[in-house]
Structure formats: structure tokens, C-alpha cells
């Protein structure tokens, strides 16, 4: 804003003492660059598909219109769960997803996104930029010719929603869970039966019974699923990622055309992109649970006896992936050496604060 400005000034200065003005240096030396975006995210999570919205009118925004990128929705130009290879590819320049879709490629991509048991928010931040997260990461992408940049976040996720109620771990043994990535290993191992289904089709598989409990992400995106009228026990936490990270991804080669303006003005559209995501849940989670309570879903925790098999069983996955993948091993030990740093320091200062203020801070205090 300031720059344009700034030249505008100057623009209008020479002109009035009879200069001929000239164009702003910028306009003439940028070429225009016209990418493609693939998006993995169905219309019914708008907030994460907004992230690709967001990082196109920052990108046009800050070069002047001079590079723009065209998004096309989840399966209409790629299949959501062809990101990677389409942006490998150049199908596309670039993605938006989230990298827990490609487990079943290499389990160690899923730590770009969230793992079991792993880091909150905050912590995957700053393990990204701080730590050896992005570095690490990106030797892992290299491979399929891509430079990822963290692109949003969903913060801790909610367990789903359950036809019956789960007293005991016994009572995962059997049941049919919409669950992805990582998590479907985990629950795989703790007896449950993994299902894929498309969110579209969650209200009818769960009415049918096609599944019996449906993870998704957290009250701000799960309330347009009305999932509380076939199912209404409403489980906390998912532990199966402290948080949910999406990624762009992007071509490398494309990435390596770009003028360094443009490099940057995609780098900080990320940032922007992120910061804005996660704003959204913070804001709107907290209303759309009210709303969905009202509604008659029922808040249940899930039994302490449940969420220690559950570490335990993660613990075996990561233990039998790290035997046979380097790559996942690394990461997996940089992960758990900066949440075992960061954790003390979150339970000692953010985690007080917050229990404090909602003991101080009650409606009539």
C-alpha cells in the first residue's frame, strides 16, 4: 500500500515539473504469471477451503494483479486425494491439502500435517518455523519435486460423533470409524474397522449404518453435517492430532520461475493464509458447539482407560514404522523432542492461565 503510494507521489511530481512519468519500475520489469491451484477440500468444510482463497487475492494483491493463481475446487479438476501427484506433475502448479491423505504414500508425510498424540497448534508452529520441522519436511517432499509451506491450521480437532456411547476400550473393538491418515492405523490396531467415506455421505452412512462414529473436525465445520441427529454422543479429544496442519504444495520447478518478489509475495500469502484460518475456528467453534448442544448433542470425554491405550497403541505404530522408514524415524524423534521441551513450559504458563480464567471469568463473577 505504502510502495503504491510512494509511487503514485512520485509519478505525480514529475509530471508537474514537465517530466515525462514513466511506469512504475515494478509493472514494467514483473512478467504476469497465471498458476493453477487444486484444492482437496469439499464445499463442506469452508473454512480450510478458504485458505486457498486466501493465499490467491494476498498473491494478486501485493504484485499488482501480475501473478494470480485460479483455484479449482476438490474433484473438479484433480481428485482430492491426487494433490500430490498432480502438483509432482505439473498438472497443477500448486495444491492446498492436507498431507495425512498420503499415509498410505509415506506415513512420514503426515508429519506436515499432525500426528497421534503429537504437537497442539502453537507447538506445530513453531516447530515448523523454529525447529526442524519445515527443514526436515522439505527434504522429505524434495523427493516428488515439491516445496511445501505451511498454508493453515484447524487447532485440536474433536473426537466425533458415536452412536453408541464408549465406556470401556472394549467398546472401540469392532466399531466403524470414518477416520483418516494416521489415525486409521492407530485404530486399526486398538480393534476398531476404518472406513472411508466421503464427508458428503457421513449423515446417510452413519443413519444406515455404514459406520457407527464419524471423525471429522471440530464444531465449526461439523455443524453443517446436522451428524447430531443420527449420532449424538459428541467425543473429546481427537487425539489422534493435537492439530490439524494443511499445506500448499507446490511444483518446484514452477516455484523456481518465479521472479524472488513473487517467491516472497507466495511465502507471506501462506503466513497471512494461516493465521487467518485458525482465527476462524478460535472464533467460531466455541458458538457453533453451543449451538449444536441446544440441538441435543451430548459432550462426552473419552474414558481415560481408552485414551492410554490409545498412546500406547501409537506408540507400537510409531515403534514398527520406525524400524523399516529413516526418513519417519527422524521426524518422529524431532517431533517428540520439541513437544517434550514445549509441553512444561505450556502446562506451567498457558495451561495455568487458562484454568484460571475459567474458574475467575464465569458468566456472573
Known amino acids: 500500500m505504502r510502495r503504491r503510494a510512494f509511487l503514485k507521489q512520485t509519478a505525480l511530481g514529475a509530471a508537474a515539473g514537465g517530466a515525462a512519468v514513466a511506469a512504475p519500475v515494478f509493472a514494467q520489469e514483473a512478467p504476469a504469471v497465471a498458476w493453477r491451484l487444486a484444492s482437496s477440500f469439499p464445499d463442506e468444510s469452508p473454512t480450510m477451503s478458504a485458505g486457498a482463497e486466501d493465499v490467491a487475492r494476498y498473491v494478486s494483491e501485493v504484485t499488482d494483479g501480475r501473478f494470480t493463481i485460479e483455484i479449482y475446487p476438490a474433484g473438479d479438476l484433480v481428485q482430492p486425494g491426487q ?20 499415509f ?33 519436511t522439505r527434504v522429505l517432499f524434495d523427493k516428488y519435486n515439491i516445496l511445501n509451506f505451511p498454508c493453515g491450521y484447524t487447532g485440536a480437532q474433536m473426537g466425533g460423533w458415536f452412536r453408541p456411547e464408549i465406556k470401556t476400550v472394549d467398546d472401540l473393538r469392532g466399531l466403524k470409524v470414518k477416520a ?42 461439523d455443524e453443517s453435517l446436522a451428524l447430531y441427529k443420527v449420532a449424538r454422543n459428541y467425543y473429546f ?5 493435537g492439530t490439524l496442519q494443511l ?45 449444536l448442544v441446544s440441538r441435543g448433542a451430548q459432550l462426552k470425554a473419552f474414558p481415560r482407560p481408552l485414551l492410554q491405550a490409545g498412546y500406547e497403541a501409537s506408540l507400537a505404530v510409531y515403534k514398527e514404522i520406525s524400524a523399516k522408514n529413516p526418513m ?14 514445549e509441553a512444561p513450559w ?20
Open 83 to 102: 494433490i500430490l501427484e498432480a502438483v509432482q506433475y505439473r498438472v497443477v502448479d500448486c495444491g492446498h491439502t492436507a498431507s495425512t491423505r498420503y
Open 237 to 241: 479429544p481427537g487425539w489422534w492430532a
Open 346 to 365: 505450556f502446562r506451567l504458563a498457558e495451561g495455568s492461565f487458562d484454568n484460571l480464567m475459567t474458574t475467575l471469568a464465569q458468566p456472573g463473577s
Open 247 to 291: 499445506s500448499l504444495y507446490v511444483n518446484q520447478d514452477a516455484y523456481d520461475e518465479l521472479p524472488k518478489p513473487y517467491q516472497s509475495a507466495l511465502a507471506l500469502a501462506c503466513s497471512m493464509a494461516t493465521g487467518n484460518m485458525i482465527a476462524k475456528y478460535d472464533a467460531g467453534n466455541p458458538q457453533a458447539l453451543r449451538r
Open 104 to 136: 498410505d504414500t509415506d506415513p512420514a508425510l503426515s508429519f506436515d500435517a499432525g500426528v497421534p498424540f503429537g504437537l497442539n497448534t502453537r507447538q506445530m508452529h513453531a516447530w515448523m518455523l523454529q525447529g526442524e520441522g519445515l527443514a526436515l
Open 328 to 341: 519417519f524415524k527422524k521426524l518422529y524423534e524431532s517431533m517428540t523432542a520439541f513437544r517434550d521441551m
Open 180 to 221: 483418516g491418515g494416521f489415525a486409521r492405523a492407530v485404530l486399526a490396531r486398538m480393534g476398531a474397522i476404518p472406513v472411508a467415506v466421503p464427508v458428503a455421505e457421513t449423515y446417510a452412512a452413519l443413519e444406515q449404518g455404514v459406520v457407527d462414529a464419524v471423525a471429522w473436525i471440530g464444531p465449526y465445520d
